[in-house]
């Protein structure tokens, strides 16, 4: 692997990145920056957590001009939070030189993005949707943009903006560099790179392994009465340091942060039916560690970076096998490792294994745990902090009470009792969940043994559910098939505003 030297990158940007304790380049940057840094377009794919915002972050911040203060880059994001990190990360990569990124997204007050604009930032990160509004209202001028970044680009196309993505590359110059990148690459994603990218090279990175082995990927049958008993067991058996939860809609968010709550677990969720202060909170407390569970539908499962996800539980199984990659790719992200369990109930095992066709990956089988495993995984933890309490904390102040006990009680008696109020007894407090119905695959559907795998990402998708709650009314599941993907502008997702 190289170091950041061998790029002949800006001495700044050696000094940055190595501020950010990146020593070598992952195996994505270095395929990619040095094609980048010539001004090719390019498409790259690579596994999840594997530094695809550098990769792009990089080229952008060496070949910008920091003593022009027009808008000469542009990343575009599925979603508002990964707008935000992505703007941090290339800031970052950008501390010591004069170049900033902004980013600029729905539910964020306009007029407060058109006076941060005046500071004349020369990159713009931003959601399709509000970055089309600054377009129109002419805030934004493109004629100076020499590279355009489209992160999770069939991400974008799924939640359908691929409108709002062609009218965006129409309008900047036509000699732009165009970069493409994400862990998963559909088809459809070929159409827009013959449209609007220029002789692009391909750089995809083990395209046979979309998930990284770093992630320990497990399933279990569970009844879906019997799903919410057992992740709090699991819960409690794993004691994880921050674990994402995903459920398929968000009344189930609603629903599954509420009963977490109830049952005594640190617990929020996040969907895009939330207001962007709500949104902002929930995810800044779930960084700090002040909650340690965050429930999510899929509008958290793209690009988010957040050191401590030991854990995702896909509580409902994902729709699709691309959903799954970048649910799990939360955790075991820049070379850490990660547990993933995805709950399954019967009827949807052929949903699974379509998955683990379409990933070239087999989740390992797992029963459910029982109550007295819980109540061990609790014992433990309590065993642990009770050790490191006796190894660590001044106890001075109170071994005369200690002593004093001794005198009245045995010490097992005594310890026994101290355990017993640190551990956290299985609760089982009544909750209210909305039953979900199965996912089916229809038989047609599934694609004979063998097909579908080749790159990994053949494999056809499962249908859609039917039900009312997970139509793409407010751009949580959105259509992703050719047939019913909207196709004018009346039918078109109403941006990013939505999600
Ligand atoms: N060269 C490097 N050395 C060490 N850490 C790195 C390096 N490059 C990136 N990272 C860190 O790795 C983590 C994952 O990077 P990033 O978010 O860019 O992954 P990604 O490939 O975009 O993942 P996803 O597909 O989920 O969006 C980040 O915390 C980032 O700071
Ligand atoms: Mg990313």
């Given at each position: ?466 039900t009312g709650e997970s139509r793409p009314r407010s751009g949580e599941f959105r259509p992703r098939s050719g047939e019913s993907r909207p196709r004018t502008g009346d039918s078109r997702p109403r941006s990013d505003r939505q999600r």
């Amino acid at each position: 692997m190289s170091t950041f030297f061998d790029f002949g990158l800006h001495h700044s940007i050696v000094r940055a990145l190595s501020n950010m304790g990146f020593e070598e380049a992952t195996a994505i940057q270095d395929q990619t920056v040095p094609v980048a840094l010539q001004g090719r377009d390019l498409i790259g794919q690579a596994q999840t957590g594997t530094g695809k915002t550098a990769a792009f972050g990089i080229p952008l911040v060496e070949r910008l001009d920091e003593e022009n203060g027009n808008i000469q880059g542009v990343v575009l994001t599925p979603t508002r939070e990964l707008a935000v990190q992505v703007a941090e990360e290339i800031n970052k990569i950008a501390q010591f030189k004069k170049i900033t990124a902004l980013p600029i997204y729905g539910g964020q007050d306009i007029t407060r993005q058109i006076k941060a604009l005046k500071k004349r930032p020369q990159i713009i990160v931003a959601t399709p949707g509000r970055f089309m509004d600054h377009m129109r209202r002419r805030t934004i001028r493109l004629d100076a943009i020499e590279i355009v970044v489209l992160d999770e680009a069939d991400e974008m196309l799924n939640m359908g903006f691929i409108d709002d993505i062609k009218e965006i590359l129409k309008e900047v110059p036509e000699n732009r560099q165009t970069l493409l990148f994400s862990a998963t690459m559909p088809r459809a994603i070929q159409e827009i790179a013959q449209q609007f990218m220029t002789d692009p090279t391909l750089i995809s990175v083990k395209p046979k392994e979309v998930t990284v082995p770093n992630i320990e990927q497990q399933y279990m049958e569970v009844a879906e009465k019997q799903k919410f008993d057992v992740l709090c067991r699991l819960l409690d058996i794993h004691s994880p340091e921050l674990a994402i939860i995903f459920g398929r809609t968000k009344r189930r968010v609603d629903e599954l942060s509420e009963a977490l709550t109830k049952r005594g677990y640190g617990a929020e969720g996040i969907h895009g039916d939330l207001n962007q202060a709500k949104r902002d909170s929930v995810l800044r407390k779930f960084k700090e560690g002040t909650i340690e569970v965050l429930v999510a539908t899929d509008v958290a499962a793209r690009g988010l970076d957040i050191s401590g996800v030991t854990h995702v539980f896909n509580f409902d199984i994902p729709q699709d096998s691309e959903s799954y990659v970048h649910r799990i790719g939360r955790t075991g992200r820049a070379g850490k490792t990660g547990l993933a369990i995805t709950f399954v109930s019967p009827r949807e095992i052929d949903h699974l294994r379509l998955i683990e066709r379409a990933t070239n990956r087999r989740m390992e089988r797992r029963s459910v745990p029982s109550m007295s495993e819980a109540m061990e995984g609790q014992q433990r933890m309590a065993v642990e902090k009770m050790l490191e309490a006796a190894g660590r904390e001044n106890l001075q102040a109170y071994k005369t009470l200690a002593e004093q006990l001794l005198e009245d009680v045995d010490s097992v008696t005594l310890v026994s009792a101290a355990l017993k109020l640190l551990t956290k007894e299985p609760d089982m407090t009544p909750v209210r969940l909305t039953e979900e119905a199965p996912l089916r695959v229809s038989k047609k559907k599934f694609p004979p043994k063998g097909k579908g795998t080749s790159g990994g990402y053949g494999a056809k998708r499962p249908q859609r559910p039917r039900t009312g709650e997970s139509r793409p009314r407010s751009g949580e599941f959105r259509p992703r098939s050719g047939e019913s993907r909207p196709r004018t502008g009346d039918s078109r997702p109403r941006s990013d505003r939505q999600r």
